[in-house]
């Protein structure tokens, strides 16, 4: 198929991946044209070698972790090469959630645009960083996106991992952006095309839970604060818990959302029982599905999504 939506994952956010996949095909009148992939962490050998080599982000040195929250990030860039770089894709995060039609931005014109995205926000996006979480790609433009490659350059400080993942590799005639409501922070509204919880520490499914992933270490006190605390305590050491969402709309959709997943058999109350037992998903998971409200049906759409094809995707 010309047309996909690919969603890049790994251990700890399989669930945010299968909810995502999902939300895709859900919320889309247009879901026969186009497929749903989940990339996955553990299927790409050549980056569970790296484990315990330094690379270099931010202009530093940092231990590469294969547990670590986002270790799926450089997938990513995948998609081109797994569509033998022809057709269109579409890539996202695992926490990024369809609440629009796909199809409205797999099928937009994109001018002579390899890329499309939206700026970062605060000090990153005034540094000129753009967000790759979301991306739209036209994949013949992007022949040169072999990551595999790329990461090698990591490892080797050759290549600095923000400037990969801020696109500040590309030429940016290459790049268009697109509306915001594409990929919006932490915001559900009425314009609202692909809700992304993007700040972790509130992810809807984590609330309680230890922080398990990596704070940014600046170039500042406290930075190295932060790296002092690293380095005497461990990775995740005093850094707490993930907080309840502040919108407790986006935690009513996301666990909406995972409810008719279990209704339609792309996830089962064991795999939720398990992801509570390793500590990916809130432990109170099945007390919050209980008091969540169905969501009303997208309007028009037939559901014609295959759920087998989807559970075995996941």
Known sequence: MEHKVFIHTNHKQWLGAVVAAYSMKRNSPNADKFEVEIIHHKDYPWLHQREGQEYLR???????????????????????QLM???????????????VGDVWELLSRDMGDAGIMCRPRTGKKGKEGC???SVMLLDNAKLT???????????????????????????????????????????????????????????????TGLPVDFRPAEKKNLWGMILRARRHLFGEYAFLGHYKP?????????????????????LVTED??????SLNHVRHDAFEVLERIEPLAPPP??????????QKQAA
């Not at 028009?300 to 094809?309: E, F, I, K, R, V």
Request: hydrophobic letters at 40%.
């Open 130 to 132: 753009l967000a790759s």
């Open 58 to 80: 931010d202009g530093q040195r940092r231990v590469w972790l294969n547990d670590d929250l986002q270790s799926f990030t450089p997938l990513r860039f995948m998609p081109p």
């Open 84 to 98: 033998n770089y022809q057709g269109r894709a579409v890539v996202v995060d695992p926490d990024v959630f369809a």
């Open 144 to 206: 040169h996106w072999k990551p595999e490659a790329t990461v090698a350059k990591l490892f080797e400080f050759e290549v600095d991992y923000m400037d990969w993942i801020c696109l500040k590799l590309e030429p940016r005639a290459l790049i268009e952006l697109f509306e915001d409501a594409w990929n919006d922070f932490d915001h559900l509204t009425p314009r609202t095309k692909m809700l992304h919880t993007t700040k972790r520490k509130t992810q809807p499914w984590k």
């Open 300 to 309: 028009g759409h037939p559901l014609g999504w295959d759920s087998a094809a």
């Open 271 to 276: 795999d939720i029982r398990r992801e509570m």
């Open 245 to 265: 969402h502040p919108d407790p709309n986006i935690e009513r959709y996301f666990f909406g959302l995972v409810k008719e997943c279990l209704e339609n058999g």
